[in-house]
Nanobody
Framework: VQLVESGGGLVQPGGSLTLSCSAS????????MGWFRQIPGSEREFVAS????????NYGGSARGRFTISRDNDKDTVYLQMNNLKPEDSAVYYC???????????????????WGQGTQVTVSS
């Protein structure tokens, strides 16, 4: 599975941004897709995940209520809509993928084998 993120950039506090992640590979449609973020010197933080059917959606504490993960299975793309952004949301955001049969905590980056290159999001006035 190959993952390519886009949509990062500079946004003012309170603004919105939508990240996209295009996936390729024969088994993408059966994968759980997720987003993590990382600031320098810190571990990756779980942001959100969504399974193929959309009946299992999870959010990390910092994202709940402000971010929405969605996916378009026909386009092999997953999105992260981020609203009411705060300076502390500034980070490199990574798209990630794992098999629907994977075990292990979904909010641990060690359980996700496939990663994109990351896209920078900066929230600043």
């Amino acid at each position: 599975v190959q993952l390519v993120e886009s949509g990062g950039g500079l946004v003012q506090p309170g603004g919105s941004l939508t990240l996209s992640c295009s996936a390729s590979g024969p088994s993408f449609t059966r994968h759980i897709m997720g987003w993590f973020r990382q600031i320098p010197g810190s571990e990756r933080e779980f942001v959100a995940s969504r399974n193929y059917g959309g009946d299992s959606v999870n959010y990390g504490g910092s994202a709940r209520g402000r971010f929405t993960i969605s996916r378009d299975n026909d386009k092999d793309t997953v999105y992260l809509q981020m609203n009411n952004l705060k300076p502390e949301d500034s980070a490199v955001y990574y798209c990630t993928s794992r098999s629907g049969f994977s075990s292990g905590s979904i909010d641990s980056d060690h359980t996700w084998p496939y990663w994109g290159q990351g896209t920078q999001v900066t929230v600043s006035s």
